[in-house]
């Protein structure tokens, strides 16, 4: 079962390469939540967990830089919110990886009001000016 879903209405920015990518975060996050919370092995979920992660940093690489060519002004803001997430989900990745954390729904959850904040509040504001 899906833990979020991609939609136009809530999560289309009209950016192209934003909105694929967008649905690929989405795609990894519900793998890794179905993987997770379905008692699937730990080095499944693992693997999971570092495809999410590698993308999603790839995703907010991809978007800054797509920004910075277009001068968009929040920028730095942007970066700020990115920044936040990775050192989150780089910090679980080591415990995970130690043994000292596991991926619960919690996690899951977490990531899903991320995303349902950001996206609206950040990603749309950079639509006009990646479209420019």
């Known amino acids: 079962?899906?833990?979020?879903?991609?939609?136009?209405?809530?999560?289309?920015?009209?950016?192209?390469?934003?909105?694929?990518?967008?649905?690929?975060i989405f795609d990894r996050l519900n793998k890794l939540y179905d993987l997770a919370t379905g008692g699937a092995d730990r080095s499944e979920v693992?693997?999971?967990?570092?495809?999410?992660?590698?993308?999603?940093?790839?995703?907010?690489a991809h978007?800054?830089?797509?920004m910075e060519a277009k001068g968009f002004g929040g920028l730095a803001a942007h970066k700020a919110e990115h920044?936040?997430?990775?050192?989150?989900c780089v910090d679980l990745q080591s415990k995970?990886?130690?043994g000292e954390a596991d991926?619960?729904?919690?996690?899951?959850?977490?990531?899903?009001?991320?995303?349902?904040?950001?996206i609206p509040t950040f990603d749309f504001a950079y639509s006009d000016a990646l479209n420019s």
């Open 1 to 24: 079962m899906s833990l979020i879903t991609w939609t136009e209405e809530q999560f289309g920015t009209k950016v192209g390469f934003a909105d694929d990518e967008h649905k690929g």
């Open 46 to 60: 693992g693997a999971a967990l570092d495809d999410l992660i590698g993308y999603v940093a790839d995703h907010f």
């Open 63 to 66: 978007e800054e830089r797509e």
């Open 83 to 88: 920044d936040a997430l990775v050192n989150t």
């Open 96 to 98: 995970f990886k130690a």
């Open 103 to 118: 991926v619960t729904e919690e996690t899951g959850a977490m990531v899903k009001g991320w995303l349902e904040n950001h």
